[in-house]
């Protein structure tokens, strides 16, 4: 059998046997005739004459012509999931994507906001309720304090050391740092304790800093 022939079984194989979206058999799909039409230009058809130096030259092509990472890193499990399939159909006894990696993929950068933005998000004018003295306070804290998302949802009050310009954070793995807060930050979140918290407790005592409508702790998806 040879490699065009097999890729039609290995995509039946997926969609009949694996169950696998339509989607998924789609862009497998192309991937794999991609890959098998490189293949026969170098005058490979036959399974069995893959070898691992084509494989990992047809990668490189991949990224070369500007594929995106994400998108090498689909065809590279396709043509693995290929290769598998051909052997344990016993197609062909040659498996050169047996151990073959996927790519590495690139450190993604975080986005980051400029000082202008920043500055225009934090001297917009915010209602003077209670939500609205917490969302001032979060916009403050989270820049001021330079916290994540999920640290300030997780302060409680004890944890607020504001006569010492200090707050205890908990960050990944339950460690502990503390954090100097300070100008603006202090004082919107010391407006917000004094005057907004209070009036968003229920009638379950929380003691999370950071209240939502219904007196539970604020959840990070919340502050998205």
């Known amino acids: 059998m040879d490699l065009e022939r097999a890729e039609g079984e290995y995509l039946n194989y997926l969609a009949v046997e694996r169950g696998s979206s339509d989607n998924t058999v789609v862009a497998y799909g192309r991937d794999l005739t991609r890959y098998v039409g490189w293949l026969a230009g170098r005058g490979v058809s036959d399974p069995d004459d893959v070898t691992r130096a084509l494989v990992e030259e047809h990668i490189a092509a991949l990224v070369e ?14 043509i693995k999931g290929f290769h598998r399939f051909m052997v344990n159909d016993e197609i062909c006894s040659a498996f050169p994507t047996s ?17 202008e933005d920043a500055e225009r998000l934090l001297d917009q004018p915010f209602p003077s309720t209670p939500a609205g003295l917490r969302d001032h306070a979060i916009l403050e804290v989270l820049y001021g304090c330079g916290l994540r998302a999920s640290e300030l949802c997780g302060l409680d009050q004890r944890a607020v050391l504001l006569d010492e310009g200090l707050l205890r954070v908990f960050g990944k793995g339950g460690k502990e740092r503390v954090v100097p807060v300070l100008g603006a930050a202090a004082a919107t979140l010391e407006d917000y304790l004094d005057r907004g918290r209070g009036a968003l407790v229920g009638r379950r005592p929380c003691d999370a800093v950071f209240l939502n409508v219904r007196g539970g702790r604020l959840s990070r998806q919340s502050v998205h």
């Not at 012509?65 to 396709?78: F, K, T």
């Not at 151990?99 to 000082?115: G, T």
């Open 99 to 115: 151990d073959l990696p996927l790519p590495a993929k690139p450190a993604r950068l975080p986005d980051v906001i400029s000082v």
């Open 65 to 78: 012509v500007g594929l995106a990472p994400a998108s090498v890193e689909r065809a590279v499990s396709a």
